[in-house]
């Protein structure tokens, strides 16, 4: 089900789509083309002023960065909106259901605009009004420039159209990342309590943090305002420490879900995970056939790892289909109720399959694949010794040499079963 779903009568839409919706032709198309279209649209017009009124090139170069900025800014906040709309949960119980449905109605609530008014006027006031001691502003040297009291209505209509809809996204971004961060200490809350934490998703966080990530691209659209220190000194510097001031909300907020994720995962599967040494393994061959086989892992809190050979059945399949089922119990022979297991479903990253593919992401992800390698040894000591002491004897098939003829498979949970003896308990992850 989908968040959007959950109240079918109600679509969650930020601002700035509902006015594309109502305006042609930028209703006629779904973002991101429509994106596209508005910037193309402000690119034009913008060369048309720049021909028209000889204005100087400094000035069309930052309006077209300001554009630009527009663009990527305008991106990540519909990609962020798209990825909270088509979160799927499992199952929603009025617990989820109740935090899902708040967030979301904060998100989208129309008070979102408030923070991008308040930019815009203080925006205006410095630009229109005298300009701070020793300094001339964007619009006083513009005049200068075009040796002219008064802009033309056009080229003045642009720059406000422009200010306006820069204003809007800076304050929707700050907007977005306070009601982040309010969700947060929310989330924080009802994990703290014992009842709610029971029937509360994990799965939920890490969606959360997926869509979040978008954040980082609208606050890189910043960066490409940064011309306009050619033609104004202060509006760079307070764009350069909003940038900065988003960015560290952004990453803390980043940080912060990925503690709650641990802490959201029942400690019962903690527990049977850090204490297991084996898994078994379901791939799917060409032809769709299952392939089933024991093997090591580590779980990080996160992910799990796998080390296979590169000439292994797994790779071949893992590169045919990139899903993998993984199976921890443990068993009690004498009482069969007393069992338990884990099964997780997911999706598959390869470390390299070959020499090539593997020195590359060794220069990509070097130090995570030796920090892997280093738990895989604090785990499994005593067998990585053995097999380093009989590599010689071992089928190439089996060496543990890195990369050579060893890779890393990290299993990214998409699915998560708790197994108890004849029952089973669904928990996405």
Not at 19 to 31: A, D, I, L
Not at 290 to 299: A, S
């Amino acid at each position: 089900m989908k968040l959007g779903a959950m109240q079918p009568h109600k679509k969650y839409k930020f601002l700035q789509e509902q006015v594309f919706e109502g305006f042609w032709p930028f209703n006629r198309f779904q973002s991101p083309t429509n994106v596209f279209l508005l910037l193309a649209t402000y690119f034009t017009w913008g060369l048309g002023l720049y021909l028209i009124y000889d204005i100087p090139l400094k000035f069309m170069v930052a309006g077209s960065c300001g554009a630009l900025g527009l663009f990527f800014w305008t991106i990540g906040i519909f990609r962020y909106a798209d990825a909270l709309r088509n979160v799927e949960i499992e199952r929603i119980n009025k617990t989820n259901q109740k935090f899902l449905i708040g967030y979301l109605e904060n998100l989208f609530h129309p008070s979102s605009i408030v923070f991008g008014v308040i930019i815009f006027t203080g925006t205006l006031t410095y630009l229109f009004s005298s300009p701070l001691v020793g300094t001339g502003n964007f619009i006083t040297q513009l005049q200068v420039e075009m040796n002219t009291e008064n802009l033309p209505p056009p080229l003045l209509l642009f720059i406000l159209l422009l200010l306006f809809d820069l204003s809007y996204r800076l304050g929707l971004s700050l907007y977005l990342i306070l009601t982040q961060i309010k969700r947060n200490l929310l989330l924080s809350n009802y994990l703290k309590n014992p009842r709610l934490k029971t029937h509360f998703s994990p799965i939920i966080i890490r969606n959360l943090e997926r869509a979040d990530r978008f954040n980082y691209l609208s606050i890189g659209g910043g960066f490409a305002l940064i011309p306009l220190g050619w033609v104004d000194v202060t509006l760079l510097i307070v764009l350069l420490i909003y940038l900065f001031i988003t960015f560290f909300l952004s990453t803390s907020v980043l940080i912060h879900l990925r503690f709650l994720y641990l802490r959201a995962i029942p400690k019962g599967i903690l527990k049977l995970i850090h204490s297991a040494k084996f898994a078994q393994i379901g791939t799917v061959k060409p032809g769709k056939i299952p392939h089933l086989t024991p093997t090591l892992f580590i779980f990080n809190g996160r992910n799990f790892f796998i080390g296979i050979s590169n000439r292994s059945q797994k790779i071949r399949n893992l590169l045919y289909l990139n899903k993998i089922a993984i199976l921890i119990d443990s068993q009690d022979q004498e009482d069969y109720t007393k069992s338990v297991g884990i099964l997780t479903i997911g999706r598959t990253r390869i470390y390299g399959y070959d020499i090539r593919t593997g020195i590359i992401y060794f220069l990509l992800l070097g130090f995570r694949m030796i920090r892997t390698y280093l738990l895989f040894h604090r785990k499994y000591p005593h067998y990585i010794n053995e097999y380093w002491r009989g590599s010689k004897e071992l089928p190439k098939a089996w060496k543990v040499f890195p990369i050579l003829s060893r890779t890393i498979v990290e299993v990214i949970p998409e699915q998560f079963y708790l197994i108890k003896a004849s029952r089973s308990d669904l928990i996405q992850l």
